[in-house]
């Protein structure tokens, strides 16, 4: 799996890496490396709300971690965009290309956390929030 995971500075912007960036990029990269390894222990963690509810018993199946192997192999990710929102919380848009298809657009709404571990946990994902 690559992970392409980069954002561009605006006028007047650093070329530093912001620090909620590196929180986001972290996020999303372990998010999308569970994944593809069946690491349901991990994906528990970093799901929080409506998307950990709604994944729960898919988590909880023995057979969920090979089928997200087999659905992740040769999966390719890059973070596109993302917006810190008024709440403190971040929209990331991500493009998922699987191999012999056309790069599909994603995106995740993470929610930040009290949790020195992961600053921020993933509350949904969706074609569109």
């Known amino acids: 799996m690559i992970f392409f995971l980069a954002a561009l500075p605006g006028a007047g912007q650093a070329l530093a890496v912001q620090p909620h960036l590196q929180a ?21 963690a970093l799901m929080c709300g409506p998307l950990l509810e709604k994944r729960q018993p898919l988590l909880d199946n023995p057979g969920y971690p090979a089928h997200l192997v087999n659905a992740y192999l040769g999966a390719r990710y890059s973070l596109v965009h993302h917006q810190v929102l008024d709440t403190g919380d971040v929209r990331a848009e991500i493009s998922v290309t699987f191999p012999g298809r056309e790069p599909a657009r994603r995106q995740l709404l993470l929610k930040r956390t009290a949790s020195a571990t992961w600053p921020y946990c993933i509350a949904a994902e969706s074609d569109a929030i």
């Open 24 to 44: 986001v990029d972290g996020v999303v990269g372990a998010y999308l490396d569970a994944q593809v390894k069946g690491d349901v222990s991990t994906l528990s």
